[in-house]
């Protein structure tokens, strides 16, 4: 990460963003921006669009159109490889760890896609709980340490951009408050985060700016000093 870039640089801008499945027409012209270092989320109901905007940036679905701009680069045409070479780090809803392989093998797998990823001191640092079972099988792991070895794995390829799906779903308080922590560290540091999640009230306090969906369209955008003011609306959406 450069210190260069200064902190309102619109690190990703996407206008008029359509997606397909087949013949499905899932986002309708979603249009939204998140500058570097801002943790953003988007918030609905089931169904409103939030995973689909998360794979559309990384062009894993199965048509868009309009644009995505990363870093400046035009990426609507752009292989999900060399997304990722853009420094995009994507943690899905379903983690995608190798239950074959122990922690720190899991974590070494990755290949680093920029200089700048983290070290496992620094992983084992931020999560104490993947140095205490670095040994342990993927099998072995509960849903609370599946969820950080699947951040820390994003973290060690140099990713300064996390799409993050669904993290605190099915995991204890006590995990999700340690989520938490983690995620406030990484905004220190100046990464980016876009966050998809139904636990509002674990996202609130966190995010920036909370971009609400519904069928595929982005319908509000609530910045985090307007959230007591827009209770009632995000009840309407949300049922918070």
Avoid: W
Avoid at 112 to 132: A, C, T
Avoid at 154 to 169: K, Y
């Amino acid at each position: 990460m450069t210190n260069a870039v200064k902190p309102d640089y619109e690190q990703l801008r996407i206008a008029d963003l359509h997606a397909f499945y087949g013949e499905s027409h899932i986002l309708h012209g979603i249009d939204m921006t998140v500058r570097r270092g801002e943790l953003v989320t988007l918030l609905g109901r089931n169904g409103a669009g939030r995973s689909t905007t998360l794979k559309s940036i990384m062009n894993m679905v199965g048509r868009r159109t309009g644009s995505i701009m990363i870093n400046g680069n035009e990426t609507i045409q752009t292989a999900p490889h060399h997304i990722a070479q853009l420094g995009v780090g994507y943690c899905p809803e379903e983690r995608g760890i190798f239950a074959s392989l122990d922690v720190e093998e899991n974590l070494l797998l990755p290949p680093k896609v920029r200089s700048d990823g983290m070290s496992l001191d620094e992983i084992y640092d931020m999560f104490p709980n993947l140095y205490e079972r670095r040994r342990s099988q993927g099998t072995r792991l509960s849903g609370g340490e599946q969820q950080m070895l699947a951040m820390a794995r994003i973290l060690r390829t140099g990713a300064n951009m996390l799409l993050l799906d669904e993290i605190t779903e099915g995991l204890a308080p006590v995990i999700v408050q340690k989520l938490a922590e983690v995620l406030m560290r990484l905004k220190a540091k100046g990464l980016t985060i876009v966050l998809v999640e139904q636990n509002f009230r674990f996202a609130a306090p966190l995010a920036d700016r909370h971009y609400l969906m519904e069928h595929g369209q982005i319908v509000h955008e609530i910045g985090a000093h307007e959230l007591e003011s827009k209770k009632d609306l995000l009840n309407t959406y949300l049922g918070v």
